[in-house]
Structure formats: structure tokens, C-alpha cells
């Protein structure tokens, strides 16, 4: 089986789901490029738990974990499949690397895995599980978790961490008829920058230490557990792989919609 890749992506506001801006497309073409895969591995920013929780539910529920935004969003379904074999598989796993998991038998899809999925593999049919992030994951553990999933890509298992580049909900603008704004304010494309230039050259030390080297790191993430699923994917990868810049442009004026492919080679 050709070996999966890893992702990044930057699910943005839940109305990325309607809105597909420069990303959506760019994700569906990815996924038309990707190899026959077994499941999707999502670590998520909207699953934090006490350890690590595994989703192993047979037909995870599609969850709509936000409020105040138009009917047709929650309207919106994404019926792919668990994968109770390969949830089991990626406990033992994490297990191995010293974390704690345990099985949720009922966790459905948060909107950090179907937003993103309906353009990536919008036909459902991929079997996707959650894997959670422990409520104290920090940078190093993250790139740990990811390390620990890693094996999984060689069963054909694409482990994909969603989260935001950048993720101030505080200074969000209203955006234009596509959702995108192509100017975003210089500090959330400083920091895209700076990150973008340490993922092509797998700086693994400086990234770990983003917030203090990063220009406007705790501007662009107040807390972090939207760049930690970077982490995560950038953990699933090694020294083999390609890496491939999908640039989203930006959303509300300071959301980076910035995603990363990790993958062996030019067949992905």
C-alpha cells in the first residue's frame, strides 16, 4: 500500500464550510490526487480532553459545536464511516509512546474534521476517527502525539491535525462575498511567513519555540490549541517527505487558511 501522506489544514471559521474561498478547492483537488486510503486519522482543535481519547464510534454523528451562525450551516451532514480496527490500532500506538488512551465509543465529527473534509473527500466514503488532544498538550508533546501516529500512514492512514495558521477571534473583519480577504493584516502574514519558511525547512527547534521566536506568535494564537495540530502533522512526517504549501489566502482579515501536505514524493 502506497504510504499516506500527512496534512495540515487550516479549517478556519465554520464558514468555510459554505464558503469555500481559495482553500476548498484546492483541498478537493488535493484529495483527487491522494492515494486509495484506509481512514483518516484527525487530531482536531475542538476535541480537548483529560489524556488522550480515541473515537471509536462505528458511524460518528456529524456535530455542529458552534452557535450563532446561518441554518443552512447546521443543515450541512458529513456521513463518513468510523474505523473502530484502526482507532484500536492507534491506541495501541500512543500507548507505546508513553500517552494514556482510552476509547469514546460515541464521539461523532467535530467541525475541525468535517469542515475540512467535505472538500477534501466530499463524497464521505473514507472512514475517518478522531484522536483528542489532552488538555495539557503543549508544542513538544504535540510533535510526540504525531510521532506516535506516524506508523499508521504506512497502513494507508492519512493523520491529518486541523486547526487555524492563525486563530484571533478577537480581531476577526467581516469578509467579502467568498469569504476571503486576499490582504490580511501584516501581523497574521508575518507569521504565516515566518512558519511557512520553518516548515520547508523542517526547523523542528525553532518551531517548537514559535511563541517566543515567531514575529506576533501570541498575537496570532492568544492560546494554542490551533497551532498545536500543525505540530501534530509536522510530528506524523520525517526527513523523507515533501512538503507542499497550499496557500488559502485569509479569512476575516487575520484567519491564514495556510495548509501543509507532507508527503513521500511527488505521488503523494
Request: proline content about 7%; overall charge negative; glycine content about 10%.
Amino acid at each position: 500500500m502506497i504510504r499516506a501522506p500527512a496534512l495540515f489544514v487550516s479549517h478556519g471559521a465554520p464558514t468555510f464550510a459554505l464558503q469555500p474561498g481559495l482553500l476548498g478547492p484546492k483541498l478537493t483537488q488535493l484529495g483527487e490526487q491522494l492515494p486509495d486510503l484506509r481512514a483518516i486519522a484527525v487530531v482536531s482543535a475542538h476535541w480537548q480532553s483529560a489524556g488522550v481519547r480515541v473515537m471509536r464510534t462505528s458511524t460518528p454523528e456529524t456535530i455542529h459545536d458552534f452557535g450563532g451562525f446561518p441554518a443552512e450551516l447546521y443543515r450541512l451532514q458529513y456521513g463518513a464511516p468510523g474505523s473502530p480496527e484502526l482507532a484500536a490500532e492507534a491506541a495501541d500506538l500512543l500507548g507505546a509512546a508513553g500517552f494514556s488512551a482510552t476509547f469514546d465509543d460515541r464521539r461523532g465529527l467535530d467541525h475541525g474534521a468535517w469542515v475540512p473534509l467535505r472538500y477534501l473527500k466530499p463524497l464521505a466514503g473514507t472512514p475517518v476517527f478522531q484522536v483528542s488532544m489532552p488538555l495539557d498538550l503543549d508544542a513538544p508533546r504535540a510533535l510526540k502525539l504525531g510521532a506516535a501516529l506516524a506508523p499508521l500512514r504506512r497502513k494507508g492512514v492519512l493523520v491529518m491535525g486541523s486547526g487555524s495558521l492563525t486563530h484571533n477571534l478577537g480581531e476577526i473583519e467581516p469578509p467579502d462575498s467568498r469569504g476571503v480577504q486576499t490582504r490580511g493584516e501584516q501581523y497574521a502574514l508575518a507569521f504565516t511567513a515566518w512558519i511557512r519558511r520553518h516548515i520547508q525547512e523542517r526547523d523542528i527547534e525553532a518551531l517548537l519555540d514559535y511563541r517566543r521566536r515567531a514575529p506576533h506568535a501570541a498575537r496570532a494564537h492568544p492560546s494554542e490549541e490551533h497551532f498545536l495540530p500543525l505540530l501534530v502533522a509536522l510530528g506524523a512526517s520525517d526527513f523523507q517527505d515533501e512538503v507542499l504549501v497550499i496557500e488559502g489566502g485569509v479569512t476575516y482579515g487575520v484567519l491564514s487558511m495556510e495548509s501543509y501536505v507532507f508527503r513521500t514524493g511527488s505521488a503523494g
